[in-house]
């Protein structure tokens, strides 16, 4: 048996090395496509914003859903029920950037035409092995008050306080993870010392604040935050000539020099996640960047989150603000538990309002909690309802889009409130 052995020059081995490269960019470069697709919504009192936001998400997600996904189905047989099955289908697709090319308003509706770039994210998987680690929580974003409104021009961008929770929103949304509320009208820090402590309470019963919006919006998570600093500055450009004389870059290149215009800019943001159940606060990130340009300021008014916004130095370093808080809410809350209300109870059926929408499917067998005492918040110093040991098993056996039929694992009977108490489940 003859051996063929072959030897590698440096250059062929620099060579080889350049061609590995090259082959694995163009295989990174295949993955990525450019896909359109259409958004619609209903305007509601003439609220034209949040019909535009809520187009925009369908588009993304019409987009996620054509860009490839997975179909995921299972079959399960009860005595009672019959054969029961569960579809579902999950995106495989990661939007990493998104443009509004065409918007249109016909008998009060809005809609939308995006084109977006998306990137296969298989290789992105879940650390977490219980079921309700695949369930989508459930978010809402609040108000961003501005602690320095003065360090707006008159001339400026515009819109932070809500633009920023909405920017939020997409992005969770777009992650698969999420479903998502707006609820960027509503100021949880009226005393911005008090930040990131919610202290506000709902008028009307004396609630406090989290425990409002966990009711009204039926959301597990909220996002908040307080803009810090939005200061912009100038720094002189001059030049230094003999004899002491000193000029501005501008004076010396033009017979007619104009205003300084700032070209120095800050960006410093807190950025809060609290649990509405617990009260708890989850999370606080600061996020303090400077940049240096030529121009920190628009020529003419510019709202947040439009193309020109987007465009702008300052607008990308908002963008990556959005980005790196999106990645770190995911990753917290990849592994919490889900929460679940029980909608009706029918003989042994347990009917909870999570279904297809929150990735709930047939066959999970989920471990139950429920709040059984009363005590004390240490975050917002208001009493909640604390959740102690796992008290049952719950099987999924039916599912519908918006709920879910369960039945226990044990023989136990639950009694919960109906449409009022909450059970967390792992």
């Not at 079959?75 to 995106?91: A, K, V």
């Not at 509706?109 to 369930?135: E, H, M, R, W």
């Not at 202290?199 to 803009?227: C, H, M, P, W």
């Amino acid at each position: 048996m003859k051996h063929l052995l072959i030897f590698f020059t440096p250059r062929m081995t620099i060579l080889a090395g350049l061609l590995f490269i090259f082959s694995s960019t163009i295989l990174q470069a295949s993955t990525i496509k450019r896909l359109e697709a259409i958004g619609t919504a209903v305007i509601v009192d003439n609220n034209t914003n949040q019909a535009h936001f809520e187009a925009y998400q369908d588009a993304l997600r019409n987009i996620a859903l054509q860009a490839g996904s997975q179909v995921h189905s299972s079959t399960s047989y009860n005595s009672n029920e019959g054969i029961s099955d569960s579809i579902q289908i999950r995106s495989t697709q990661n939007i990493q950037s998104s443009e509004v090319i065409s918007e249109t308003i016909n008998d009060g509706i809005l809609t939308l035409a995006v084109v977006a770039t998306v990137n296969d994210n298989n290789k992105v998987t879940q650390g977490c092995d219980f079921p309700a680690s695949q369930y989508r929580k459930k978010i809402a974003a609040l108000f961003f008050p501005l602690q320095h409104p003065e360090h707006l021009n008159v001339v400026d961008y515009y819109g932070f306080e809500q633009g920023i929770g909405q920017a939020l929103l997409q992005q969770l949304a777009l992650s698969g993870n999420f479903l998502t509320k707006d609820a960027t009208q509503i100021n949880a820090f009226t005393d911005l010392n008090s930040a990131p402590y919610i202290q506000a309470t709902n008028s009307s019963d004396g609630r406090s604040l989290l425990s409002s919006i966990k009711e009204e919006f039926g959301v597990q998570y909220v996002v908040s935050g307080v803009i810090r600093d939005l200061s912009s500055t100038t720094i002189k450009n001059s030049l230094t000539l003999p004899f002491g004389i000193s000029l501005s870059r501008d004076q010396f290149v033009s017979l007619n020099p104009q205003p300084e215009k700032p070209n120095q800019r800050n960006l410093v943001i807190d950025i809060y996640l609290h649990d509405t159940l617990t009260e708890e606060l989850l999370s606080k990130h600061r996020y303090s960047y400077s940049i240096d340009k030529t121009t920190v300021l628009p020529d003419k008014a510019t709202a947040f989150a439009t193309k020109a916004f987007k465009k702008s130095d300052f607008g990308q370093l908002f963008d990556k603000v959005i980005q790196q808080e999106t990645q770190l809410i995911s990753s917290l809350l990849a592994c919490r538990p889900f929460t679940m209300k029980i909608l009706q109870q029918k003989d042994h059926y347990i009917y909870l309002n999570a279904g297809q929408n929150t990735n709930v499917k047939v066959g999970d067998i989920v471990t139950m909690h429920y709040a059984d005492k009363e005590g004390k918040s240490f975050d917002t110093n208001s009493r909640a309802k604390q959740f102690g040991w796992p008290k049952e098993q719950l099987k999924i056996i039916k599912v519908f889009p918006s709920y879910s039929i369960a039945t226990s694992t044990s023989k136990q009977v639950i009694h919960l409130k109906k449409n009022s108490d909450y059970i967390l489940v792992w």
